[in-house]
C-alpha cells in the first residue's frame, strides 16, 4: 500500500522559514496531486494547499507547496513564521481512489 | 462561503449503528465529490470514504468496508455516513470533506462505549 512519510515533529523561530517534507513510499509523487492540512489544537483541520502548489482563498502567501521528483517528495514552505503557525500539517495524496494522509508534523515556533 | 456542518455523533454502544449527517451551503452541492475523514483524539486523520458528485460511485477504507455506507441526496445538500457493527476503534471525530479545494466541517464525535 501507498504510504507518505512526514517527520514527526519539527521547529523553528519566530521569522524564519521552515519546509515540512512528504516522501512517497512508491510510484511517483507527481503522478497524484498533494494537499497540506493544518490542525490548530482543538480545532477541525484547514486546507493551506490543494493539488500540489495552490491555495484557497484566504490563506496567506507564506504558505507554499511544491513537488520533487528527484526524492519523491511534496512539500509545504511556511516563511516569516509565527507563533500561530504552531499546528500539526498533514500532507494527503492517493491510492487509486482512496484517499492517503501523511502521519502529520507537529511545528513548534520558539 | 462554503459551509458543512456535521451532526448525529453520539455515544452509543460496542456493535450499534448510527447515521452521521453532513449538511452543505455555500456551493453547488452536486458539482463535487464528497468525503468522510476521521480522527480518534491525539492521533492523526484517516480517510474513511468518499462518494462521486452522483452517488453512483462509492470508496471505502479497508478499516470500515460492509460495515460503514456512504450515501448523499443532492435534492437536500445533504451528506451521510450509515455506520454498522460499531467497535471501539471507531470512536473518532468524523469530518465531512467538500472535494476540489478541500473545505472541511467542523467535525462530530462518534464514541463506541464497551
Not at chain 1, 8 to 13: F, L, T
Request: net charge negative.
Amino acid at each position: 500500500n501507498f504510504m507518505l512519510t512526514q517527520p514527526h515533529s519539527v521547529s523553528e523561530s519566530p521569522g524564519k522559514t521552515i519546509t515540512i517534507s512528504c516522501t512517497g513510499s512508491s510510484g511517483s509523487i507527481a503522478s497524484n496531486f498533494v494537499q497540506w492540512y493544518q490542525q490548530r489544537p482543538g480545532s477541525a483541520p484547514t486546507t493551506l494547499i490543494y493539488e500540489d502548489y495552490k491555495r484557497p482563498s484566504g490563506v496567506s502567501d507564506r504558505f507554499s507547496g511544491s513537488i520533487d521528483t528527484s526524492s519523491n517528495s511534496a512539500s509545504l514552505t511556511i516563511s516569516g513564521l509565527k507563533t500561530e503557525d504552531e499546528a500539526d500539517y498533514y500532507c494527503q495524496s492517493y491510492d487509486n481512489n482512496n484517499w492517503v494522509f501523511g502521519g502529520g508534523t507537529k511545528l513548534t515556533v520558539l | 462561503e462554503v459551509q458543512l456542518v456535521e451532526s448525529g455523533g453520539v455515544v452509543v454502544q460496542f456493535g450499534g449503528s448510527l447515521r452521521l449527517s453532513c449538511t452543505a451551503s455555500g456551493f453547488i452541492f452536486d458539482d463535487f465529490t464528497m468525503h468522510w475523514v476521521r480522527q480518534v483524539p491525539g492521533n492523526g486523520l484517516e480517510w474513511v470514504s468518499h462518494v462521486s458528485w452522483d452517488g453512483t460511485r462509492t470508496y471505502y477504507a479497508d478499516s470500515v468496508k460492509g460495515r460503514f455506507t456512504i450515501s448523499r441526496d443532492n435534492t437536500k445538500n445533504s451528506l451521510h455516513l450509515e455506520m454498522n457493527s460499531l467497535r471501539s476503534e471507531d470512536t473518532a471525530f468524523y469530518y465531512c470533506v467538500k472535494g476540489g479545494q478541500m473545505d472541511w466541517g467542523q467535525g462530530t464525535l462518534v464514541t463506541v462505549s464497551s
